[in-house]
């Protein structure tokens, strides 16, 4: 049987304090604490009812919008599709209205657009924005970014798009990306770097389309 006089351990006294102190702090800040909490529940609600009542909206009118742009860009109509037709947006008032509320690709979509209007500089300024997470889908818009580089006579800036395509891509896609790659290499005077590009084609991917005629590619070189 216990003894009722038994005093307490260290531990238990240490506990007993803890509980005192605790009781003392919800008296002295009760009150202050009970504000806290209210205005933790407002914000919650006000964060629900933003999401709600603004930002699902303006997701679903985004998304509303562009479904008109897709059907224009997929049929060759990149004015359009970046322009508008009159009763519904284009992907350049779709952007400046909704950012990526429509989805990601938009930015993909209004980039590949600029770029076959050859309007190199507005391409490059949407391709940077594009951050979709599908590796096959983010190697081709830098891809086509390194496309818009070239057409703005930047080289350089191209062929690291170009490789970091190659690096996300890793598969038969890449094979492309390698070709863009080496081509760049030979109009930056860089012949080397240029055979290594067509050389991994042959090697790494000796089934793809590019390396049915890769041996003239470094055949030309090695004839210089």
């Known amino acids: 049987m216990a003894n009722k006089n038994q005093k307490p ?12 102190g605790t009781e003392e702090f919800l008296k002295k800040n009760g009150k202050l604490l009970g504000w806290i909490a209210v205005i933790l529940i407002l914000l919650v609600a006000i964060c629900l ?24 860009f997929a049929a060759g ?20 209205q909704y950012g990526a509320k429509a989805g990601k690709a938009v930015y993909m979509y209004a980039g590949v657009s600029e770029l076959q209007l050859k309007n190199y500089d507005e391409a490059i300024n949407y391709l940077k924005k594009y951050k979709g997470k599908d590796d096959i889908l983010a190697a081709r818009a830098l891809s086509c970014l390194g496309d818009a580089y070239v057409g ?12 970091k395509a190659i690096r996300k891509a890793d598969n038969q896609f ?36 590019e390396a049915y005629d890769i041996d003239k590619y470094i055949s030309r070189i090695n004839q210089k």
């Open 77 to 96: 109509d990149y004015q359009t599709a970046l322009e508008g037709d009159g009763s519904s947006l284009g992907f350049r008032d779709i952007i400046s």
């Open 152 to 163: 703005a006579g930047d080289l350089n800036a191209a062929l690291s798009s170009y490789d």
């Open 49 to 72: 009812a933003l999401y709600n009542w603004v930002i699902k909206p303006a997701r679903t009118a985004a998304v509303d919008d562009s479904f008109a742009a897709e059907n224009y």
């Open 174 to 209: 890449a094979a492309a990306y390698m070709l863009k790659a080496g081509i760049t290499c030979e109009e930056l005077g860089n012949d080397a770097k240029a055979v290594e590009y067509y050389q991994a084609i042959k090697d790494k991917y000796p089934q793809s389309l």
């Open 9 to 20: 351990t260290e531990n238990q006294q240490a506990v007993g304090q803890a509980v005192s």
